[in-house]
């Protein structure tokens, strides 16, 4: 059974960085795309990025673009996610998933922009 802990959130600064992590098991993690996801307070999942199985291509939602990057490495079988020049708009609790709608998902890391 898969099981993804994401793990690195917090409370910053609107124009601060952050560095998400998310450990992995119970599935062949180099095999799989990966995502991350966010939920923003009252509002549905949203997807903000995407990594291929061996991170060479990469996608990201145009609210983040040029501002958050993703990453991987397979022989630690995790999963990252450096967001820089935060937003109050960035608030959301975030989810790694092995799938973009976030039907499977670690139980998320809280990012609270503020200040």
């Known amino acids: 059974q898969a099981q993804l802990v994401e793990s690195g959130g917090g409370l910053v600064q609107p124009g601060g960085s952050l560095r998400l992590s998310c450990a992995t098991s119970?599935?062949?993690?180099?095999?799989?795309?990966m995502y991350w996801v966010r939920q923003a307070p009252g509002k549905g999942l949203e997807w903000v990025s995407s990594?291929?199985?061996?991170?060479?291509?990469?996608d990201y939602a145009e609210s983040v673009k040029g501002r958050f990057i993703i990453s991987r490495d397979n022989a630690k079988r995790t999963l990252y996610l450096q967001m820089s020049s935060l937003k109050s708009e960035d608030t959301a609790v975030y989810y790694c998933?092995?799938?973009?709608?976030?039907?499977?998902r670690g139980q998320g890391t809280q990012v609270t922009v503020s200040t």
């Open positions: 990594i291929s199985s061996l991170g060479g291509s990469t």
């Open positions: 998933a092995k799938d973009s709608a976030g039907r499977t």
């Open positions: 119970g599935f062949i993690f180099s095999n799989y795309w």
